[in-house]
């Protein structure tokens, strides 16, 4: 029930309690993973809306519900701004053409693409999953990685010329291989879980060239489809941090000794090492550039030697 | 015979040519000399291309890719006409750098680069790449790092003292000729580097029509827009020695940016069982030819962590010449492990070419992990925390 792909936190959420579509940042495409028990079209729909109350464009790509139910429970004015292409009613067009998208879902997909042509747009695919059982994957991640490029002249985007995707997918559908392929191209990845009733998201967010960021926000969302950030519930939480056993030490439960008591340690630091120079001749191997003119001999006696002058051999009688 | 040539005209008898012959001390084997190579620079050793040297250990024509640690493990650096495989780690924000050091090699070194993508515009692309570095800044970057490691200075190595002046990994800039320069990540390569390079663009979305057909042959479309793509630059450019006239030799360093993610339109990593799962394998082949037979080097980023058939991988390793895997600890539970905090991933050599060989040129070390601090992008090898001293 727990869906294991991580989400990013966007800006919005780092900073209490900004809605999290604040922020974010251009041209970026977010899925939200939901499960059988954690449903995410109302968070799409709150998401919708938020982008709907800041004056953008939204338009909604329908597949999986009609749409007189996605837009139940928006105002008039939200409906207004809410552009709906329905892919639900007639997939595969049977009706006469004019009425229905032609060309099926890639087709729709591509209309998207140029229809916002003007402004901050949002784009809701209503659902992801849908189009993955309709389209190939590697086109469908082609065709959204499009969608979410600036179209416009490179180098001459206005910071409103934004286009936001978002999309639904509903994970248990699917295997790792599509997950981790949108995954790859997301820049916010939105998990939907929770405990005891209370939904909470796990967001995953991208940054360009940063690492990425991971946190948690507890939220419910109210009969308008408003979003409604929480705090965690303290009661039987458990964030994923407890389930961690205590950091390992490893310096524990070794044969060998490695830390020296303080007897053993004045004991080490008072033997004579058996190869030990004086630090004159230590810096002068240690620097062998300088004074190559001569080359020096350094004695130091060793505790063994005999320094008697006298030659030996002067017993000999040869 | 160039004797025979020089005792002039055939009037003479055979017995004074032979005469003249053996008075000029001169064998019928004559050494061929300049004037026999015809169109080329004049000399006939090893034509010297900036940035390249030959390895001191098999004579391979080798440039560097960027980072100086990395061209130690590979043997000296990168052969011309391989190719470097590196397998993305997981968010995929270490093996970019990677790309990166070897494009801005290239312009450094002069090279031609091309530089292929289906995410990021090229021109993007080398806008972003590193700022070199001259060699005190580096020296002081060295440095001022190496303080802020040790705390306490004053005490000195008391039985190995020989080995204190000893740097970690030997990483001193190149002070002999330019083969391997340091860059500093958080600053931007300067416009007029980039102006004055050649470089060769190849982003994918601007390359296929809008017309999605199905494949007739079995190499995905994307892929083989990109091999045709790279044939005709190389062929044009002459890297394949195809314009004797050219007097410069250049060396082409083609860069592939996440070669089998779904926006190549490959769905080797969406699926275990694709109808078109020999279509990277079949690119990798081709793409390898290319290279052996002109003097290029190429290298490719491939998220292998999620093509979803392993077997898949293997074959992939196989066709590629160097394979160098990153593992970030992002995410995983070695981010809270004590042993790996000073590091951020781990770097794994997974295989060095047998080129005109019959033995590897593997490095000793084979425990690195890499760290990237605020300019650089170092390699380590990796400290165990049991062995390092606890005073």
């Known amino acids: 029930r727990h869906l294991s792909p991580r989400l990013t936190p966007s800006e919005g959420l780092a900073r209490p309690p900004p809605p999290p579509t604040d922020n974010c940042p251009n041209g970026s495409f977010r899925p939200s993973h939901d499960s059988v028990e954690w449903e995410g079209r109302s968070l ?85 999953s849908w189009l993955l059982h309709h389209l190939p994957c590697p086109i469908l991640c082609q065709t959204l990685h499009a969608l979410s490029r600036q179209d416009s002249c490179p180098g001459d985007t206005l910071p409103g010329e934004q286009v936001r995707v978002l999309g639904l997918l509903h994970e248990e559908l699917h295997g790792p291989g599509p997950l981790g392929a949108l995954s790859s191209l997301a820049q916010t990845e939105v998990t939907l879980s929770g405990t005891m009733g209370q939904a909470s998201a796990h967001i995953l967010y991208r940054r360009p060239r940063q690492r990425p960021t991971l946190q948690t926000q507890w939220f419910s969302i109210l009969p308008d489809f408003s979003l409604e950030l929480q705090v965690e519930p303290l009661l039987e939480s458990q ?80 | 015979m160039a004797a025979a040539g020089t005792c002039g005209t055939g009037t003479r008898s055979t017995g004074s040519m032979v005469a003249a012959a053996s008075t000029n001390n001169v064998t019928s084997f004559q050494r061929r000399g300049p004037r026999a190579s015809g169109a080329d620079s004049g000399c006939s050793r090893l034509v010297s291309i900036a940035g390249t040297r030959p390895s001191v250990r098999n004579g391979q024509l080798l440039v560097s890719t960027g980072l100086p640690a990395l061209d130690q493990l590979l043997g000296g650096g990168l052969a011309v006409g391989t190719v470097l495989l590196i397998e993305e780690d997981k968010y995929n924000i270490y093996s970019p750098l990677l790309f990166k050091y070897f494009l801005a090699e290239g312009i450094v070194s002069g090279h031609a680069l091309l530089v292929a993508s289906a995410k990021e515009d090229p021109a993007d692309i ?93 190499l995905t479309p994307g892929y083989m827009k990109l091999l045709q793509f790279i044939q005709n630059i ?101 981010e809270t492990n004590p042993l790996y905090k000073d590091y951020h991933g781990l770097i794994h050599i997974r295989q060095i070419p047998r080129l005109n060989n019959l033995i590897y040129d593997i490095s000793d070390v084979k425990d690195l992990a890499f760290k990237l601090k605020k300019k650089l992008f170092t390699i380590e090898v990796r400290e165990f925390l049991c062995l390092s001293s606890q005073s």
């Open chain 1, 44 to 128: 799409l729909k709150a998401l919708v809306k938020k982008s709907a109350l800041c004056g953008e464009q939204v338009h909604v790509l329908g597949c999986e519900v009609s749409e007189e139910e996605f837009r139940e429970g928006f105002d008039s004015s939200i409906n207004n701004r809410l552009v709906y292409h329905d892919l639900f009613r007639d997939p595969l067009s049977w009706s006469k053409p004019g009425k229905a998208l032609p060309g099926g879902p890639l087709e729709a997909l591509r209309a998207l693409d140029k229809r916002t042509g003007s402004g901050p747009a949002t784009i809701a695919l209503d659902s992801l």
């Open chain 2, 126 to 218: 080398l806008q972003k790449l590193p700022a070199p570095l001259i060699d005190d800044s580096y020296k002081k970057e060295c440095d001022e790092d190496v303080c802020s490691h040790k705390m306490e200075p004053d005490i000195k190595m008391k039985i190995a003292w020989r080995y204190q002046l000893l740097p970690k990994m030997e990483a001193g800039p190149v002070s002999s000729s330019r083969f391997g320069h340091y860059y500093d990540i958080s600053k931007r390569i300067p416009q007029e580097l980039i102006e004055t390079s050649k470089w060769h663009g190849f982003f994918l979305p601007e390359k296929i029509s809008s017309a999605f057909n199905v494949e007739s042959c079995s």
């Open chain 2, 234 to 334: 190389i062929y044009k450019e002459g890297f394949d020695g195809s314009n004797p006239q050219k007097k410069q030799k250049n060396i082409l360093r083609i860069g592939i940016q996440n070669l089998g993610s779904p926006l190549w339109g490959d769905d080797i990593c969406c699926t275990e069982n694709c109808d078109t799962s020999h279509s990277l394998t079949k690119f990798l082949y081709i793409l390898r030819g290319l290279l052996r037979t002109s003097l290029s080097a190429c290298i490719i980023t491939m998220p292998t962590h999620l093509i979803q058939n392993k077997a898949v991988i293997a074959r992939v390793t196989n066709l590629s010449d160097t394979v160098v895997g990153l593992e970030s600890f992002i995410g995983s539970e070695k």
């Open chain 1, 239 to 318: 964030p994923p941090s407890d389930l961690h056993t205590p950091s390992v030490d490893p310096t524990t439960h070794l044969t060998f000794n490695l830390h020296l008591s303080k007897k053993e340690r004045e004991a080490k630091d008072s033997l004579t090492l058996p190869f030990q120079f004086s630090s004159e001749k230590q810096q002068a191997l240690l620097r062998p550039g300088l004074g190559q003119a001569t080359s020096h001999i350094f004695y130091e006696p060793d505790a063994y030697d005999d320094l008697d002058q006298e030659d030996p051999d002067d017993d000999l009688d040869v």
